[in-house]
């Protein structure tokens, strides 16, 4: 009797730990050297939760600033939910990212240096909850957004020759 309530629960943290992807933002992979990311929570209303169901957000624009000890996502795009009202919320607002106070104010000293910024990486669902990936990142020259290209067709051509050889 003990195990059937053991395996009932490995089957719900199972499903509260599925994650179900909704956006990404493959561009900041090719525009910046990613060094360090931080899951965070991200504070909504039901109806963008209810349009991010649907998978519509863009996160292409988008950065993560600090401000008074808080960490802000601006100009992410969640368009408005269609079946909402009148008062649904600007679609481009700035939301508040739920983190632990230590995890900003990291965050804030590594944006304090040169050359550093906070983007979102992707926005997905865990289980019920709506998270969003951030990283700290700095610029690519145009030469080394070339070495990144170059390497990239290498790994695929190594990969074609080695699926063929095993054929």
């Known amino acids: 009797m003990k ?6 629960d490995a089957k719900a943290e199972a499903a509260r730990s599925a994650v179900k ?13 990613i060094e360090e990311k931080h899951e965070a929570g991200i504070a909504l209303t ?8 649907e998978g519509r957000a863009s996160l292409t624009d988008g950065h993560v600033a600090v401000d008074g000890g808080e960490a802000w996502l601006w ?5 408005p ?10 679609s481009k607002r700035k939301r508040k990212l739920l ?10 000293a590594q944006i304090q240096r040169s050359g550093a910024t ?12 709506v998270k969003v990936e951030i990283a700290l990142v700095t610029g690519k020259k145009l030469y080394d ?6 390497n990239r067709e290498l790994d695929r051509e190594a990969r074609s020759v080695m699926k063929a050889f095993r054929r």
């Open 3 to 8: 195990s059937r309530i053991v395996r009932r």
């Open 81 to 90: 939910y269609e079946a909402g009202s009148y008062n649904n919320p600007d």
């Open 145 to 150: 957004k070339r070495d990144s290209i170059k």
């Open 75 to 79: 100009n992410v795009h969640i368009a």
């Open 21 to 33: 992807p909704i956006a990404s933002n493959r561009k900041a992979f090719h525009e910046y050297f």
């Open 118 to 129: 906070c983007v979102p990486l992707s926005l997905y669902f865990r289980g019920s909850l």
């Open 46 to 53: 039901g109806t963008e939760v209810k349009s991010l169901r």
């Open 99 to 108: 983190l632990h106070r230590r995890e900003i104010a990291r965050i804030a």
